[in-house]
């Protein structure tokens, strides 16, 4: 092998991820262009607001794309529970989701081992075998490291959102409206703050429309989220619902114990933060200060025992 086959060869796969990147980063750029000027634009009424998030539409071309990963992928790699949920939980909710994610599971476990390989020096092979092992660690851990910190991130959006519109279910209810009335209008009012939490909401009216009984619509609002806080809120709302008492007093209640939870969950990370602090202030801040204190001091001294010295 000549000396100039590698370098073309990481050129080349260098400029096809460049690529790819650039095509999913242009996608997504127009998506959220397109979804920014839906919202903005003073011709969309209320009731197309409603519509858009009731819907739920598959995008035509994932779609195709996932028919096509499904009839040449193998069925353990794309039935796999713990990943669906887990999507599910990061907010992809489509039927498309699964197989894309095993294509992209089985591209990062052959293709990162064969990058380290290229970008790996030669003339050493201890160096070579273990950015090999790194890389084919990255590639098999990598997708589902971001998946849990996707969905990780997004659970807590949603557990911040929930003392806000429970305030705001509680004065729809108490004004007279129904609950299901209430969770479209906290829907409307939360999508341009709130979006996950206003999607959900969106998929429970939805499916109580389509004929679901509304308390598997609410225990599907908490399978499909993973946050306590909305499974203990789904809890009181169906046993509010058998025991036939006030809907907008166990909101109350339920928002004022959520924002005491979040009050406290924040005074219990500012306490933490100086223990935390203390491993950085040891390794980085202390042995700088050292230094600066010390330092001249040694230096006078090495040299007035050097001039008794001579």
Not at 5 to 19: G, K, N
Not at 102 to 112: F, K, P, Q, Y
């Amino acid at each position: 092998m000549t000396p100039n086959v590698p370098v073309t060869l990481i050129l080349l796969v260098v400029t096809l991820v460049l690529a790819v990147c650039t095509v999913v980063y242009i996608a997504i750029a127009e998506r959220e262009r397109r979804e920014t000027l839906k919202r903005v634009s003073p011709d969309v009424e209320a009731s197309r607001l409603a519509e858009r998030l009731l819907l739920n539409e598959d995008a035509s071309t994932s779609s195709r794309l996932a028919s096509w990963l499904r009839d040449r992928m193998p069925e353990g790699l794309v039935a796999d529970d713990a990943f669906s949920t887990k999507l599910v939980h990061a907010g992809f909710d489509g039927t498309a989701a699964p197989v894309i994610f095993s294509a992209i599971r089985i591209a990062a476990a052959l293709l990162v081992p064969v990058l380290a390989f290229v970008a790996a020096p030669r003339d050493d092979t201890m160096w070579l075998a273990i950015c090999i092992i790194m890389g084919l660690v990255a590639g098999v851990a990598g997708p589902q490291a971001v998946l849990d910190r996707l969905a990780t991130n997004r659970q807590e959006r949603i557990r911040r959102a929930v003392p806000d519109a429970l305030d705001l279910l509680v004065v729809c209810v108490e004004a007279g409206i129904s609950l299901d009335a209430a969770i479209i209008r906290v829907a409307r009012d939360l999508t341009n703050v709130r979006p996950e939490l206003a999607l959900e909401f969106a998929q429970v009216v939805r499916r109580i429309n389509a004929g679901m009984p509304r308390e598997r619509a609410l225990q599907g609002l908490a399978a499909r989220t993973g946050v306590d806080e909305i499974r203990t809120l789904v809890s009181s709302m169906v046993q509010t619902e058998r025991l036939g008492t006030s809907i907008a007093r166990v909101l109350r209640v339920n928002a004022e114990s959520l924002r005491t939870r979040r009050r406290q969950r924040a005074e219990k990370r500012a306490a933490e933060a100086a223990l935390k602090m203390i491993f950085p202030l040891a390794l980085f801040l202390l042995p700088a200060l050292l230094a600066v204190i010390v330092g001249p001091a040694a230096i006078t001294v090495v040299r007035q025992l050097s001039a008794l010295g001579q």
